[in-house]
């Protein structure tokens, strides 16, 4: 499975490990992805998903219904 955040659509980006001596060797800077759990009310039921720590701030934010139909709205959700 891929390291891409389900809500917000992020993943990881590539950048150089670069040293004292101005080497540089390739490197991935991957998202900061949590898998969790959340209940969504208007529905009743329980999802999964794959989600990145600013959409977990999001969510506790604006709360899960409120992103995720901001994420079908973008694309980055189809379920």
């Known amino acids: ?3 891409v955040c389900e809500l917000t ?3 990881a980006m590539v950048g150089n490990n ?3 001596a101005m080497n540089r060797t390739k490197r991935r ?3 900061n992805l949590m898998t969790k759990r959340f209940f969504i ?3 009743d039921k329980w999802v999964t998903l794959k989600v ?3 959409a977990l701030k999001n969510i506790n934010k604006k709360g899960i ?3 995720i139909k901001e994420a079908r709205a973008k694309g980055f ?3």
């Open 9 to 11: 659509g992020k993943k």
């Open 18 to 20: 670069v040293s004292h």
């Open 52 to 54: 990145s720590a600013s």
């Open 29 to 31: 800077f991957n998202a």
């Open 1 to 3: 499975m891929s390291r």
């Open 41 to 43: 009310p208007e529905e």
């Open 65 to 67: 219904a409120a992103v």
């Open 77 to 79: 959700l189809t379920k």
